[in-house]
């Protein structure tokens, strides 16, 4: 883990972090680049879901605060504020009707299936919104680098955050142990 003080948007981005929210859900995230992330949902309504490439707008409010905002193709939105020197972070997430009444759809790796995920935004109804505002605590940040295609790279499985946070996940190098 990562013991770094970020200051600026660079010592953000490339930075791998699993957090907990304050409902009990744990999420796995990676500022892949200044404009992508990736991540994995190990808890909470949706978990078992994952995805990479993901666009977003990545800014940093001041030094070591950060906002990233997004919208999925399933027409939920995201918005997260991480403050990594305090290992915290308020996330808001905008589930559509559909998600929260079908979130057994959205359980997947949605890259393959954005086909998917744009019918059942048409299909099914959108509002009201599900909106769910929470802090989270971070109890895990790697330095991955920028671009590292092996930080969200498989389904996520129960131990996996366990594995990453104990050191049997990545090499040296933030490269995956077991391919």
């Known amino acids: 883990m990562t013991e770094k003080t970020f200051n600026t948007l660079d010592d953000f981005l490339g930075t791998h972090f699993i957090y907990t929210y ?13 404009h992508t992330v990736d991540y994995r949902i190990h808890g909470g309504m949706v978990a078992g879901r994952w995805v990479t490439g993901q666009e977003a ?10 906002k990233i905002s997004w919208t999925e193709p399933t027409g939920t939105d995201v918005a997260l504020d991480f403050l990594p020197n305090e290992k915290k972070i308020h996330g808001t997430i905008f589930f559509p009707k559909w998600v929260e009444e079908h979130p057994e759809i959205t359980v997947t790796y949605q890259n393959e299936h954005i086909d998917l995920m744009e019918a059942s935004r048409e299909k099914y109804a959108t509002y009201p919104k599900l ?13 991955a680098g920028q671009n590292n295609d092996d930080v969200i790279s498989e389904a996520p499985y129960a131990s996996l955050p366990d594995d990453i946070r104990a050191g049997k996940y990545f090499d040296k190098n933030y490269h995956r142990i077991n391919k």
Request: proline content about 3%; glycine content about 8%; hydrophobic content about 40%.
């Open 131 to 143: 909106v769910v505002p929470e802090f989270a605590n971070i109890t895990y940040m790697g330095d």
């Open 57 to 66: 707008n990545i800014v940093m409010l001041t030094a070591g605060i950060y």
């Open 22 to 34: 304050d409902n009990g859900w744990e999420y796995e995230w990676y500022a892949k680049n200044d």
